[in-house]
């Protein structure tokens, strides 16, 4: 298919602002600048452009909850603090592309009258960084950032701010405290960050490539962004396909493609090892609901894989797969200590239940176990659920509960048989 | 109370004139000082080599805030280095997917070449090992970064030349 959000990451050297021009950079901005301000957001709102962080919240619908008319400075903060296990695309924009996601951010800018937009990087990023630091001290140069940009009368900002090391940082409320030099812990809801965001101020929170498809949206129009998807998912994404199977990368597929087309087909995931079979597969990061190998007939997006039987999410397209040599009880043992790891210690279930969670989990799979423990694991999980200040809880809980449901047998045979069967890492 | 002659590290714990420089651009980018703390943090760990008791209370006193709050910052996140660390920083992926494409097995590899144990620092100071989360280069695995840098589908060659480079 057509690369359209990925069109320039094999054009040498397009993190540069000349070669970004070349190939249409840009122009997109310039048609804003001569369309109404009022216009921009019934087109990303008639575009279905949904979140591509995980949520799929509507961009359209995100920016048209920021209050107009007031005198208090308003923001834009793109979440750039890429972290999700499986996930690994929103880095090549920004190593690859980083002009089109600040034209966006312009764009963001204008319609919207916004001061600045603050980049919150994940610390590890060190190229995407640097290029985007590049990109926009070029975009200073050529009065494309600062003062009256292009004569339009907006005066527009943009910094780049680095993460430190903590996952929950990707969640929009503790990426705002961390912003304001906190510890990233969420904060409760409401106020929502379009009323009290970064600095006490309305904010827009979004993803990397929701910015980096504005552009692309004003280029294409609304029309031809929403005939690329499936119903209310608008657009091509970018899926990420890693683990057992024999083409890990990123693609550029239509939203609404079938799951199994990510992970089988030769032009994307290419199917398992020879020789082995899949025996999972996560839709979009490791917070999403595992599936089995019999439920990949369903449309990746963020409505379908919703429904039932699935009941799993998109979340942010990283489509982790496993095969037959693959112990799942130890993948969700692992997945609880990343949990673990990363609950940032402000709720009580979600800091003291994710160290039963792991530790149960490591004494199941090493087959130290007994059969009620994995009765309790689930209760434990269910108390986690929809018992914290954000979403990471909920994660956990529908993540590891995933694990119980789709592959109980797994569980009891490590219990009955005292032992892993599968080999070591 | 902070003390410019703290001997926790070697010399005055004062930012260099560049750092000076970049300090008043830094704080030019929030409408207030606090926001600054974590690219102070980083710019202090550059300079100093690590966030010591002296470094942080110097970075409070610069920024205006108790010493607390800074310490609290600094060990929330896992990247500023409460100790020292080596001069060369090896952080491997052990999240899934990495987890059952390798990445344990070349922790163990870079911990026999190196004698040492994740978390730990080679006697001359020359390595950490660390483990990391999820690195965003899963469809690469098994990978690592050393020093901010990827180097992805990794073999025990690949390893093993890596290390040689590192001096």
New interface residues.
Partial sequence: MERVITANWHVEQAYTLSVYQQHGGFKSLKKVFGMERGAVVPELIKSNLRGRGGAGFPVGAKWSFLPKGTDV?KYLVVNAD???????K??FIMERDPHRLMEGCIIAGFTLGLKAAYIYV??????ATRRMEAAIAELYATGLLGKNILGSGLDFDI?V???????ICGEETALIE???????QPRLKPPFPAVVGV?GCPTVVNNVESIACVPLVIERGAEWWSAQGSEKNGGPKIV?????VKR???YEVPNGISLRDVVFSDLYGGGPLDGRTIRGV?PGG?SCPVLRADQLDVKHDFDALKEKPFETMAGTS?V???DDT?CVVR?AA??AR?YH??S?GQCTPCREGMGWVSKILDRIEAGGAKRAEVDQLLDIVNNIRGNTICPFGDAVGMSIGAYLRQFPEEFIAHVEQGRCTYPA? | MFNPNATDIDGPILFSPENEKELDTLLQRYPYKRAALLPVLYMAQAQFGWLSPGVMAYVAQRLELPEGKVLQVASFYTMFDKKPAGRHKIEVCTSVPCCMMGGFAVVRHISEQLGIGVGETTADGRVTLLEAECLAGCGYAPLLQVNGEFHENLTPERIDALLATLR
């Fill in positions: 400075p890429e972290g999700e296990p499986g996930t690994f929103d880095r994940r610390g590890e990023l060190v190229l910094y701010h680095r993460g430190a090391g903590a996952y961390s912003l304001e030099g906190k510890t990233g600095f990420q396909v890693s683990g057992k890990p990368g990123t996560i490791t990283g982790i797969v496993m693959v993948i692992r997945i990343f790891h990363e940032c890492w």
